[in-house]
Nanobody, 128 residues
Framework: QLQLVESGGGLVHSGGSLRLSCAAS????????IGWFRQAPGKEREGVSCISRSGAMTNYADSVKGRFTISRDNAKRTVYLQMNSLKPEDTGVYYC?????????????????????WGQGTLVTVSS
């Protein structure tokens, strides 16, 4: 069973940067598309950014375009989310998830058939 562990969260001031990592174990990572999702207290989980198996296709939520960059290193079995120009609205628990399928837009829209395995999450807090 594929397992995912997130790291890199923390407290940062508005305008700062963080890089999140999603480390995979259990199976070869390149079988899976990977997505980053976040959930603020009392709010619905939302898709942030997703990346295809090869890394050729990516998707970003409108709210993070131009600020966040998703990438993957299948040899290292790790997916990254570089977050720049952070805003208080970015605060939440960030989760990575894995699934099979090529439609990264659907994955980021939380289409259940693309989401098989979730990590435990890492907390990102952006102060104003």
């Amino acid at each position: 069973q594929l397992q995912l562990v997130e790291s890199g969260g923390g407290l940062v001031h508005s305008g700062g940067s963080l890089r999140l990592s999603c480390a995979a174990s259990g199976f070869t990572l390149d079988y899976y598309s990977i997505g980053w999702f976040r959930q603020a207290p009392g709010k619905e989980r939302e898709g942030v950014s997703c990346i295809s198996r090869s890394g050729a296709m990516t998707n970003y939520a409108d709210s993070v375009k131009g600020r966040f960059t998703i990438s993957r290193d299948n040899a290292k079995r790790t997916v990254y989310l570089q977050m720049n120009s952070l805003k208080p609205e970015d605060t939440g628990v960030y989760y990575c998830a894995a699934g099979r399928g090529a439609d990264v837009q659907a994955m980021c829209a939380l289409s259940a058939r693309y989401l098989e395995t979730w990590g435990q999450g890492t907390l990102v807090t952006v102060s104003s």
